[in-house]
């Protein structure tokens, strides 16, 4: 919807990606706000009359940018580290509204986010929990705390992204969770609000987290009768889109389906979704810069490379890649790769494309999980990001420099 072809061009909204290219140059992100809105508005939607807060991942997409613009819909976020907090305060976003995972938070972490007033920590171990006790007693902040426990469920995903089975190391485990409550309530400086859970990213159907959520609130249940009642319970996110042509439920449904689960708990609800509100909504603009020809394959070599994409080298995950004009050039297939010097370098393998030299091409649903993991391998600067709103673009990132690169290394004088 919000990337469609007008009289043969790929636009967003109402802009062609031409334009773009033209004026900010590629290789380049490209974000439509509409189609922002529109996702975080499917969340929304599905809990009306619900008391309930969607607390955006910000590591699926942080520029402050796409974190301002969710933050005046009312999100909250969900962090899992300082540098994130940062960035949610910058962005204006409220820090009453933060949620903090990760298994590794730092006494300087904690600190932050006790100081920053953020809604809850969520405590992934026994050493993380005696550890934030220490530093709230510390500043005199209590510190408001739920578990995230590990609910034991298949996410039914690629397994770098499964965080929710015995093995892994997220949160605290299923059979641990109801000691380590009543270890926890006792503490005088942490206050015991919520508990949490987050089973994997990319989950195409909604029965694993529909199954997680039914074991969290079994667990919410039996606590509130041992005189330990919650104020929230956070089902994480993990909600799939569709890259491919796969089939993938609607928000609508997982949400429909974790409300079900959840019957009759009183507690608020908290949902941490990320790639299903940006993924969408972002495309990564490249150029063609030679065609190659060997005598096994061809070759579109473009000027985005796996530093600024990572996805399909790292998980071999599927994008569909895209002319931005539509061409009469002959169609062929294509292996689609950066100019990286590692053969693991690639955007998309064996695709038939009508594409040369100087043309663009748009590798799409890239606006979750992209630019958050573009790195300067190769000592390429990072790309630019723009924010479309109908027939207005905004850069929301400068194309790194050369210079920036190393501007903050230092050569000894021996
Ligand atoms: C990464 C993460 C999310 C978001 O996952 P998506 O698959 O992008 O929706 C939510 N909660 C926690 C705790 C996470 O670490």
Same mark, same amino acid.
């Given at each position: 919807?919000?990337?469609?072809?007008?009289?043969?061009?790929?636009?967003?909204?109402?802009?062609?990606?031409?334009?773009?290219?033209?004026?900010?140059?590629?290789?380049?992100?490209?974000?439509?706000?509409?189609?922002?809105?529109?996702?975080?508005?499917?969340?929304?939607?599905?809990?009306?009359?619900?008391?309930?807060?969607?607390?955006?991942?910000?590591?699926?997409?942080?520029?402050?940018?796409?974190?301002?613009?969710?933050?005046?819909?009312?999100?909250?976020?969900?962090?899992?580290?300082?540098?994130?907090?940062?960035?949610?305060?910058?962005?204006?976003?409220?820090?009453?509204?933060?949620?903090?995972?990760?298994?590794?938070?730092?006494?300087?972490?904690?600190?932050?986010?006790?100081?920053?007033?953020?809604?809850?920590?969520?405590?992934?171990?026994?050493?993380?929990?005696?550890?934030?006790?220490?530093?709230?007693?510390?500043?005199?902040?209590?510190?408001?705390?739920?578990?995230?426990?590990?609910?034991?469920?298949?996410?039914?995903?690629?397994?770098?992204?499964?965080?929710?089975?015995?093995?892994?190391?997220?949160?605290?485990?299923?059979?641990?969770?109801?000691?380590?409550?009543?270890?926890?309530?006792?503490?005088?400086?942490?206050?015991?609000?919520?508990?949490?859970?987050?089973?994997?990213?990319?989950?195409?159907?909604?029965?694993?987290?529909?199954?997680?959520?039914?074991?969290?609130?079994?667990?919410?249940?039996?606590?509130?009768?041992?005189?330990?009642?919650?104020?929230?319970?956070?089902?994480?996110?993990?909600?799939?889109?569709?890259?491919?042509?796969?089939?993938?439920?609607?928000?609508?449904?997982?949400?429909?389906?974790?409300?079900?689960?959840?019957?009759?708990?009183?507690?608020?609800?908290?949902?941490?979704?990320?790639?299903?509100?940006?993924?969408?909504?972002?495309?990564?603009?490249?150029?063609?810069?030679?065609?190659?020809?060997?005598?096994?394959?061809?070759?579109?070599?473009?000027?985005?490379?796996? @530093?600024?994409?990572? #996805? $399909?080298?790292?998980?071999?995950?599927?994008? !569909?890649?895209?002319?931005? *004009?539509?061409? %009469? +050039? /002959?169609?062929?297939?294509?292996?689609?790769?950066?100019?990286?010097?590692?053969?693991?370098?690639?955007?998309?393998?064996?695709?038939?494309?009508?594409?040369?030299?100087?043309?663009?091409?748009?590798?799409?649903?890239?606006?979750?999980?992209?630019?958050?993991?573009?790195? @300067?391998?190769?000592? #390429? $600067?990072?790309?630019?990001?723009?924010?479309? !709103?109908?027939?207005?673009? *905004?850069?929301? %990132? +400068? /194309?790194?420099?050369?210079?920036?690169?190393?501007?903050?290394?230092?050569?000894?004088?021996?």
């Amino acid at each position: 919807m919000s990337f469609a072809y007008r009289n043969g061009v790929l636009c967003a909204e109402r802009i062609s990606l031409q334009t773009i290219a033209r004026r900010f140059g590629t290789p380049c992100y490209v974000y439509s706000r509409r189609e922002i809105e529109h996702n975080y508005g499917e969340f929304t939607r599905a809990l009306v009359g619900r008391d309930a807060l969607v607390c955006y991942s910000v590591k699926a997409n942080c520029n402050l940018a796409v974190l301002a613009l969710l933050s005046r819909l009312g999100a909250g976020f969900d962090i899992v580290s300082g540098g994130e907090l940062a960035r949610v305060r910058a962005a204006g976003g409220d820090p009453r509204k933060v949620v903090f995972s990760g298994v590794g938070k730092s006494e300087a972490e904690i600190a932050q986010a006790l100081r920053a007033r953020i809604l809850c920590l969520n405590v992934e171990s026994e050493p993380e929990l005696l550890r934030v006790a220490a530093v709230a007693r510390r500043l005199g902040i209590r510190a408001p705390i739920a578990f995230r426990v590990n609910p034991d469920i298949d996410a039914r995903t690629h397994p770098y992204i499964a965080t929710g089975l015995k093995g892994s190391k997220f949160g605290v485990p299923y059979a641990q969770a109801e000691r380590l409550y009543r270890k926890a309530v006792r503490l005088r400086d942490v206050e015991l609000i919520g508990i949490g859970c987050h089973i994997g990213s990319q989950m195409r159907v909604p029965d694993p987290l529909a199954d997680a959520v039914r074991r969290i609130a079994a667990l919410a249940t039996r606590l509130a009768d041992a005189g330990i009642p919650l104020r929230h319970i956070d089902i994480g996110g993990g909600m799939g889109i569709r890259y491919r042509k796969e089939r993938v439920a609607p928000i609508g449904r997982f949400v429909a389906r974790c409300l079900k689960a959840l019957g009759t708990r009183p507690e608020a609800l908290i949902l941490d979704p990320g790639r299903s509100i940006v993924g969408s909504a972002g495309v990564l603009l490249t150029r063609v810069e030679y065609v190659k020809r060997t005598a096994r394959k061809r070759f579109l070599v473009v000027d985005a490379a796996m @530093n600024d994409f990572l #996805r $399909p080298a790292l998980y071999g995950a599927w994008h !569909d890649v895209v002319a931005v *004009r539509k061409s %009469r +050039r /002959r169609p062929a297939l294509y292996d689609v790769v950066g100019p990286v010097c590692e053969s693991g370098d690639f955007l998309a393998q064996r695709r038939t494309l009508a594409a040369g030299e100087g043309d663009l091409l748009a590798v799409k649903s890239a606006g979750a999980y992209g630019m958050v993991l573009s790195s @300067n391998y190769n000592s #390429r $600067p990072r790309a630019a990001e723009v924010l479309v !709103d109908g027939r207005e673009a *905004r850069l929301v %990132r +400068r /194309r790194e420099r050369a210079e920036t690169l190393y501007a903050g290394e230092l050569v000894p004088r021996w």
